[in-house]
């Protein structure tokens, strides 16, 4: 057998399975707040906080504070984390690719940098979460792509390295830290043209 022919395939979550756009969260959120939606946006998603939320180093609860704080949000916290969750629609090519491979017995596995409001969301709305093998999430291991403890924990977690596994990505230093590991890489772009290297790289086209 050819040992390049990877033994998992390694999904991204957002912008490769999953659009996402922090904005319908904060359209949601924001009329409860004192700030308008773009400026809403911006606390959720370009400030530390979230990269905390999704490091494991703030819990949920917390998470709600630190906005209600931020913003002035004063909506209960479940009606904060189902906004804040409900902000993801399938890739439709993409999820059709999942289901493929899993129809020809491929192992799959999810890899992503999130939080547990999102994940939560998630495994509730996209019946394809329930068909990886396995998932290596931030908020969960403590550490975020690209950091090597990130891809140490896709390894010691499948029991494959270096070009047995084969990783989607859209964020490029992602696909170069799993690049520096030996690992096969395909840096999603368009899903066509993913969907071919995937086949191709599992010799199944
Ligand atoms: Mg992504």
Redesign the pocket.
């Known amino acids: 057998m050819d040992s390049r022919v990877p033994r998992v395939v390694v999904f991204?979550?957002?912008?490769?399975l999953l659009d996402f756009d922090y904005f319908i969260a904060a359209q949601a959120l924001s009329p409860l707040s004192r700030l308008a939606a773009t400026d809403f946006k911006r606390v959720l998603d370009q400030s530390p906080l979230l990269q905390e939320f999704e490091t494991g180093a703030l819990s949920n609860e917390e998470f709600y504070s630190e906005v209600r704080r931020l913003t002035g949000y004063r909506g209960s916290y479940d009606q904060f984390a189902a906004a804040f969750g409900d902000i993801f629609t399938e890739i439709p090519p993409m999820v059709a690719l999942h289901q493929d491979l899993k129809t020809k017995g491929v192992t799959t596995w999810a890899f992503?940098?999130t939080n547990d409001l999102a994940i939560g969301h998630i495994r509730r709305q996209f019946p394809f979460y329930g068909d990886f093998a396995g998932t290596v999430l931030s908020h969960e291991i403590g550490a975020m792509k690209p950091n090597s403890a990130s891809y140490e924990a896709i390894e010691a977690a499948t029991g494959f390295r270096g070009s047995e596994l084969l990783y989607l990505?859209?964020?490029p230093e992602?696909i170069e830290g799993a690049q520096r590991r030996g690992w096969q890489t395909i840096h999603?772009t368009d899903p066509m043209d993913s969907i071919k290297r995937v086949w191709a790289a599992l010799g199944l086209n």
């Not at 991204?12 to 490769?16: T, Y």
């Open positions: 991204d979550l957002g912008k490769v992503s940098n990505d859209d964020r992602n999603h």
